[in-house]
């Protein structure tokens, strides 16, 4: 399910960015349009509850997001030696489909074996057996087999786990969980799609909180997220992701931020780990992977709009991006929405 419709990022009418836009305002807005992108397949989200002798596992392949609501969790995963335990209010994102564990109860969660240990969660509408339910949490878990993903969401960690002290989460964070929890409780017509949006708000505002702390911490912030920030790089993050489909060169870049196009070039590289056309293509077919996913406009519209006057050169970039055609990919893609 994407996170949003229509394409909404404003045009830019022949200025340029760079020395009149601040570093902050740049990098938020970098940020900004990455976020508006992220695509989550197969997103579904709940409230669930478990009792002190159960606990479940998510398989690989399955990304997940958690906020705790009651109680105190332990988050195992296979290669950690030491359980990771989440209080009231913190959240945690898996982002790349690790296998894990979760469970109120440590002893029980770390000691056995994970392939053998198999229990049901209790969710929502279900019954605990007469037993009280010692834990309560948000989820939401999604598909990683996204071909077209940012280099926001590649530069994750495999592990987020935010506290509910840290600053960088927003104060209403805990005002939309409960919408969520409330909502969840409801068997009325349009439930489940309410607390699928509202839980996406929650995992943004996550990303958003470790971007922040990430910002923070310049210089060992992830190399997408330091380049974001570059006053000079990040003017050139947000021309291409505002306008990919404009034909942009690397002079035409370096000279909107006013580098030379050699200097522009290599740093260009060295911060975001792709030259300035590999990246622009790269969103380029983000884009046109949007549009197959979410329109019923034809290739040769797509195309045009993604910034390609020929549709064989279209088709042939976007198979060495996603392996596939644009029509294979609108097909198979229609089952993740």
Wanted: with cysteine.
């Amino acid at each position: 399910m994407a996170l949003s419709g229509k394409d909404t990022s404003q045009k830019l009418k022949g200025k340029t960015v760079g020395k009149q836009i601040s570093t902050s305002q740049r990098a938020g807005d970098v940020l900004s349009t990455t976020l508006d992108r992220l695509w989550l397949p197969n997103w579904t989200a709940g409230l669930v509850e478990l009792d002190a002798s159960a606990s479940f596992e998510m398989p690989a392949g399955q990304g997940a997001f958690y906020a705790v609501r009651t109680g105190q969790w332990r988050l195992v995963l296979p290669e950690l030696v030491k359980a990771v335990v989440l209080q009231p209010g913190d959240v945690a994102l898996l982002a790349h489909g690790v296998t894990h564990r979760l469970a109120p109860t440590i002893d029980r969660a770390s000691n056995l074996p994970f392939e053998l240990h198999r229990r049901p969660c209790a969710c929502v509408g279900d019954q605990l057996n007469g037993a009280s339910a010692e834990a309560a949490m948000i989820y939401g878990s999604f598909s990683v087999e996204r071909p077209l993903c940012s280099s926001f969401e590649s530069s994750l960690p495999e592990l987020l786990h935010i506290s509910s002290q840290a600053p960088s989460l927003p104060t209403n964070f805990a005002a939309i969980a409960s919408l969520v929890e409330s909502e969840s409780r409801r068997s009325g017509p349009g439930a489940q799609a309410i607390v699928n949006r509202l839980a996406q708000v929650l995992l943004l505002e996550t990303l958003r909180a470790f971007a922040n702390d990430q910002f923070r911490a310049q210089e060992t912030a992830a190399d997408w997220l330091r380049a974001a920030l570059d006053p000079e790089i990040g003017g050139a993050l947000n021309l291409i992701h505002s306008r990919p489909e404009q034909p942009w060169t690397v002079q035409s870049l370096a000279g909107q931020i006013h580098m030379s196009r050699s200097a522009f070039a290599e740093r260009f590289r060295q911060l975001v780990g792709n030259s300035p056309l590999q990246y622009l293509t790269k969103c380029r077919m983000q884009k046109a992977g949007r549009m197959l996913r979410e329109t019923e406009l034809g290739v040769k519209e797509i195309a045009s709009l993604a910034g390609y006057e020929s549709v064989t050169s279209f088709s042939s970039a976007f198979k060495r991006q996603t392996g596939t055609s644009p029509a294979a990919f609108r097909k198979r893609d229609a089952a993740l929405v």
